[in-house]
């Protein structure tokens, strides 16, 4: 009967040092935080509006300053005066 308490100490006494360590392994073996969002590959309607609105505000802005409005770059590093 003896050590049937003496087995049944250690075994009680290795759960509760046991219990704290087997928090943290179980801690760690979470599933891994979901990956970032990634940006949409098409646009929405309200990037399309933006754009629209970019343009428009461009556009009006050379016309007060005289520029003529230039659509794309025929040579892209040929210097034009």
Not at 16 to 28: E, I, K
């Amino acid at each position: 009967m003896r050590s049937f308490r003496a087995i049944s100490k250690r075994v009680v006494l290795g759960l509760l040092v046991a219990t704290p360590f087997a928090g943290s392994v179980l801690g760690q073996m979470t599933l891994p935080p979901p990956a970032p969002k990634k940006p949409p590959t098409s646009a929405n309607p309200q990037m399309i509006d933006e754009a629209i609105r970019r343009s428009q505000a461009r556009t009006a802005k050379e016309r007060g300053q005289g520029i003529p409005e230039q659509f794309g770059s025929e040579e892209p590093f040929t210097k034009t005066n």
